[in-house]
C-alpha cells in the first residue's frame, strides 16, 4: 500500500531490491539472499511469466519479512512441509497480488476460477478467501 503498486518488479524497484534472471534446472524456482547489506532475488528465466510473477512476490515476501535472518530463501520443487517463513512469504505474495475488493466480489466462485482470472495459484487465493471471511466473522 505504501508504494500504491501489486506489481512485484515495481515494489522490487521501489524497495531497492535487485531482481536477476538466470537459467536454472526446473527443480530450482528462484531464491532470495542478502550479501552486504545488498538484497538480490534470483529468478529461474526458464519459468513462464506467471509462475516468475508470483515466485517474485513470494520472495519479496523473504526479502522484506526477513531480511535480518542469516539464511538465504531457495524456492525448490519439495516434498517436505513448507515451514513458517514460506507460509509466511506466500501470505505476503497473497497480499500483494490479490486486492481484498476483488475476493469481496468473487468470493462465491470457484477457487480455480478466482485463481485462473487473477492469475495466480490457488493457494494464495485461499489464503485470501479465509482471511477475508475471518475478518467478517470478527466484526
Not at 515494489?11 to 524456482?29: E, G, R
Request: hydrophobic share 35%.
Amino acid at each position: 500500500q505504501k508504494y500504491e503498486t501489486r506489481d512485484p518488479i515495481k515494489l522490487a524497484k521501489h524497495l531497492n531490491i535487485h531482481v536477476i534472471y538466470k537459467q536454472y534446472s526446473p527443480h530450482t524456482k528462484g531464491y532470495y539472499i542478502k550479501i552486504l547489506n545488498n538484497k538480490f532475488i534470483v529468478v529461474n528465466s526458464t519459468l513462464d511469466e506467471y509462475s516468475q510473477r508470483i515466485l517474485l512476490a513470494h520472495e519479496l515476501g523473504h526479502a522484506v519479512l526477513h531480511s535480518s535472518e542469516p539464511i538465504c530463501f531457495i524456492r525448490e520443487y519439495t516434498l517436505f512441509p513448507i515451514g513458517i517463513y514460506e507460509r509466511e512469504a506466500n501470505k505476503f505474495a497473497a497480499d500483494l497480488l490479490i486486492d481484498n475488493d476483488v475476493i469481496k466480489e468473487m468470493i462465491l466462485e470457484p477457487i480455480c476460477y478466482i485463481a485462473n482470472v487473477l492469475q495466480v495459484n490457488e493457494e494464495l487465493v485461499e489464503y485470501k478467501i479465509n482471511k477475508f471471511k475471518n475478518s467478517e466473522n470478527s466484526e
